[in-house]
């Protein structure tokens, strides 16, 4: 768009091309952020839901073994309460006999 005023010429263009290849420039750079951000976001998830899952196993695992170190002493008990029930040749001795 020109303006003449006496002499003096003005000369105002807009040159849109370089302005909206730069926006276009900027939306795949933000784009191209956010999806790097949503898949380290979906990356984190799902490592934190691995561990959780993994903690879940090993809680369950302490567990039977409590259960099973709590079975051999009861166990163990009840194989030294009954042992006194049986001779020196292992003979099972009754109340009578002992």
Known sequence: MSYKVGSVVIDVRADTAKLVSGMNKAEKTVTKSINTIKNTI?????????????????????AFNKNMEDSI??????????????????????IAEK
């Not at 979906?42 to 302490?62: D, M, Q, R």
């Not at 009954?82 to 001779?87: A, G, V, Y």
């Open 42 to 62: 979906i990356s984190l998830a799902s490592a934190y839901a691995g561990f959780s899952g993994v903690e879940k196993i090993l809680k369950s695992g302490f």
């Open 73 to 94: 002493a009861g166990l163990t008990a009840l194989t030294v309460a009954t042992s006194s029930n049986t001779s020196a040749m292992g003979k099972h001795l009754s």
